[in-house]
């Protein structure tokens, strides 16, 4: 599986340069409105959707007919693009984290001897990864089933969902007079691991299943 992580990362560098002029662009848009916790957000997520980018290549290239031909299995192709996508979600985060800390400090919207907001910024880093590869798992199932093109189309609607879903969670918990207090937003923290647990394996499972009955 090594093999295929390292493939795709290098399938990526040549379009590097693409991914860092844009992060650089939302540097000057997000930073004086929403500060470095927006950056490190936005980063992520631009980030996690280079998954596209692997599979764009990946067919033009006819690689997984070339795959299967090989001692790969399914499973180790499938688990590396999850694995891909968690190195991208990582990556957004260090380079915005890095980025969004010098741009708000020079703007002084960011304290570098505040410990409050490192640990601030750090609850939002953790949280960026994990928002980033919750979206980005969604899309892989997507990306298998109709491949890179059409997948594209359908992204907005995957991304829509959950946050449709989120909403409708909230409202449904306010109209059982349960408010979203410290208490109440601590729990929801300590489980979310679990629950992104949980997710990727269903991902994974519907992508696996995905890829097992295609033809090549």
């Avoid at 662009?25 to 980030?47: D, E, K, R």
């Avoid at 031909?69 to 499973?75: G, N």
């Avoid at 879903?165 to 729990?187: A, K, M, P, Q, W």
Wanted: hydrophobic share 60%.
């Amino acid at each position: 599986m090594k093999s295929l992580i390292l493939k795709d990362i290098y399938n990526i560098m040549h379009n590097m340069k693409a991914l860092v002029l844009m992060l650089f662009i939302f540097l000057f848009i997000t930073i004086p409105q929403g500060g470095a916790a927006a950056y490190v957000i936005t980063c992520c997520i631009l980030c996690a959707m280079m998954v596209v980018t692997t599979f764009s290549f990946d067919e033009n290239a006819k690689w997984e007919k070339y795959a299967m031909i090989m001692p790969i299995s399914r499973k180790d192709l499938v688990l590396s693009k999850f694995v891909i996508l968690l190195c991208f979600c990582l990556f957004g985060t260090v380079f915005g984290g890095v980025l969004g800390i010098a741009g708000s400090a020079i703007i002084g919207r960011f304290h570098i001897t505040s410990a409050s907001e490192w640990q601030e910024l750090l609850a939002v880093c953790l949280a960026g990864v994990a928002i980033s590869f919750f979206l980005g798992s969604l899309v892989i199932p997507l990306l298998f089933k109709f491949g890179a093109e059409k997948a594209r189309t359908l992204m907005l609607a995957a991304f829509l969902l959950p946050v449709l879903l989120c909403l409708g969670l909230y409202y449904l918990l306010r109209s059982f007079g349960i408010e979203l207090t410290d208490s109440v937003v601590l729990l929801l923290t300590c489980i979310s691991p679990l629950v992104l647990l949980l997710w990727t394996a269903a991902m994974y499972r519907i992508s696996f299943g995905i890829f097992k009955k295609a033809e090549f």
